[in-house]
């Protein structure tokens, strides 16, 4: 584990800013013309925004899912992702309790399969897709980057994501998953809804970042830890933790932008 002093976050791990043009898509609906039909909400909610490069070929993508507890949030480009020479995506997902698990993970699938099947059309390479976001959004990116089933579905193997970043993701069950079947939410479970359930030798490199222990919500750090240390434990060479000191779980996420970006940068390099 790695922690982070809030004075040096941004220095370290800084990025040029990218003088280049960037267009911006919104509302792209990433399920079929049959599944929008078939389903209201679906048709409303499972939506993307697309912020792309111009001119430019072979540029990483991240998928970032928001956060909300499963039961609130909207799509969004975080700004500090923004003219850094990457895409970024913004994925609207079902939220409970009009749906319940796995509705929203199916969702956060479908979103990150879309984006392997056309990233290519605007000029991204397939082969630098990150899937990330914050609290609620790094439990759906932990979730479909471990758990191979849901993308197995559109024919993608998980493995080809180039890296997975929750930031402040519940490693255990989510809560509302669990509120969901009526569990207290300080009920710890790993269960199939648990991205610890996942844990395995081959993923794709995992960052986790995570606030201070003393600030974060429910133990998440300490899941967060757990979950890194069985990942190196079942033999992945490629899990990277974390603690952001001072940094509260709302606070965490804008000194994580820094290291998400770094995360890019070094695994483009081992790319080329």
């Known amino acids: 584990m790695l922690r982070i002093l809030t004075c040096l976050t941004l220095t370290l791990f800084s990025l040029n800013v990218f003088s ?13 013309e049959k599944t929008n039909r078939s389903d209201v909400y679906i048709n409303e909610r499972c939506v993307l925004d697309l912020y792309v490069p111009k001119d430019v070929k072979n540029f990483p993508t991240v998928i970032w899912f928001h956060g909300g507890g499963l039961t609130g949030g909207q799509k969004e480009i975080p700004e500090a992702l923004k003219n850094k020479g990457i895409a970024v995506i913004g994925v609207n997902y079902r939220l409970s309790p009009k ?9 956060a699938a479908a979103a990150t399969a879309w984006a392997f099947k056309n990233i290519k059309k605007y000029g991204g390479s397939e082969d630098l897709i990150f899937i990330s976001g914050h609290s609620a959004g790094g439990y759906l990116a932990a979730m479909v980057g471990l758990n191979k089933s849901y993308l197995n579905i559109y024919g993608i193997d998980a493995d080809k994501l180039a890296g997975i970043i929750p930031f402040s993701g519940q490693m255990i069950s989510h809560f509302t998953a669990r509120k969901e079947k009526g569990i207290d939410e300080l009920d710890a479970r790993i269960d199939d809804f648990a991205p610890l359930h996942f844990i395995r030798a081959d993923a794709p490199p995992l960052l986790l970042i995570a606030g201070d222990r003393e600030k974060e919500l429910f133990g998440r750090y300490e899941e967060n830890a757990y979950m890194a240390r069985m990942m190196k434990l079942k033999g992945h060479k490629q ?5 952001l000191d001072g940094f509260d779980h709302g606070g965490m996420a804008q000194p994580a932008f820094p290291l998400l970006l770094n995360e890019i940068k070094r695994v483009e390099k081992l790319k080329k």
């Not at 280049?20 to 079929?32: E, F, M, S, W």
């Not at 899990?239 to 603690?243: A, F, I, M, N, R």
């Open 20 to 32: 280049q043009n960037y267009n911006t898509v919104n509302n792209i609906h990433y399920y079929d």
């Open 99 to 107: 749906v319940n698990a796995p509705k929203y993970i199916e969702d």
């Open 239 to 243: 899990t990277t933790l974390y603690e």
